[in-house]
Nanobody, 116 residues
């Protein structure tokens, strides 16, 4: 069974940085598109960024210039480097994988809390 395990969340002050990691197992990682979403309390789950198998990236407008998504296919891991964090970035961050057959998989989420 496919597993996505996120790590790296926590509490940080505004202006600080965090790096999230997501380790994928039991899936052909190198041929899968990876992404990060987030969900704040009472809000819908929104795209943060995604990265294709070829390394192409796409970001939500509010994250451009502050967040960087990357992947290491040798480690089956996708990262989200988050800089200049703001209180409004507080949310549960979810890793997602789109397999070659089109099926989507989700991690359990990791909490990011940014204090003002």
């Amino acid at each position: 069974q496919v597993q996505l395990v996120e790590s790296g969340g926590g509490l940080v002050q505004a202006g600080g940085s965090l790096r999230l990691s997501c380790l994928a197992s039991r899936i052909p990682f190198s041929v899968s598109t990876m992404g990060w979403y987030r969900q704040a309390p009472g809000k819908q789950r929104d795209l943060v960024a995604h990265i294709t198998t070829g390394g192409g990236t796409n970001y939500a407008d509010s994250m451009k210039g502050r967040f960087t998504i990357s992947r290491d296919n040798a480690k089956n891991t996708v990262y989200l480097q988050m800089n200049s964090l703001k209180p409004e970035d507080t949310a549960v961050y979810y890793c997602t994988l789109k397999a070659p057959n089109g099926r989507d998989y989700w991690g359990q989420g990791t909490q990011v809390t940014v204090s003002s």
